[in-house]
């Protein structure tokens, strides 16, 4: 008999529910108030859920249907992905690196034609910081003579940061030049 009375019960909530929701259909979280207390409800687009605790004050009620409704959600997310998505990284071992042409300012005076960035790079001596805190070779520093191959910082604040780390790491001696590359 009791059994009855249970699904009696949750006929009529679920009735109240609707009723609740066709006086507003806005409303996708709503709370039902009870004898008992307070149930959360959720409305889905052929259904209404109700939580399965009695809650003390409609807040309580609220919150509960609202992380119910989370939980729908994901359970509906899971159900449309039919096949298992898997997402392989492979490292590439030939990367193409596109080398850019530094040119001084007063060679950029000579081709007024073209537009230039402004970038900076690292110095010592005669020589161009190539790498810097290169994890996979570890190395601290790499340097190369040609300034095309020198390591590029279209910021100053970021060059002047590393160099004063270099200074910090190696010692004096590291400078920071200017140089313009060819915008595309």
């Not at 002047?160 to 910090?168: A, F, P």
């Amino acid at each position: 008999m009791k059994n009855q009375t249970k699904t009696l019960s949750l006929r009529s909530l679920i009735k109240a529910a609707s009723a609740i929701h066709d006086a507003n259909p806005s409303k996708i979280v709503f709370t039902l108030k009870t004898q008992e207390g307070f149930y959360g409800c959720v409305k889905s687009i052929d259904k209404i859920y109700l939580t399965s605790e009695i809650s003390a004050t409609p807040f309580q009620a609220a919150n509960k249907a609202r992380s119910l409704q989370k939980s729908l959600k994901t359970k509906d997310k899971s159900k449309t992905l039919n096949k298992p998505i898997e997402v392989t990284s492979k490292k590439t071992k030939n990367q193409v690196n596109y080398s850019w042409k530094c040119h001084t300012f007063l060679e950029t005076q000579h081709m007024p034609l073209l537009k230039f960035q402004e970038v900076w790079v690292i110095t010592k001596s005669n020589t161009y910081v190539r790498e810097y805190l290169d994890k996979q070779s570890q190395n601290l520093v790499a340097y190369t003579t040609e300034r095309d191959k020198a390591k590029i910082y279209v910021d100053h604040e970021e060059a002047k940061l590393n160099m004063k780390v270099l200074k910090n790491l190696i010692g004096p001696g590291f400078d920071l030049m200017r140089f313009f590359v060819e915008n595309k």
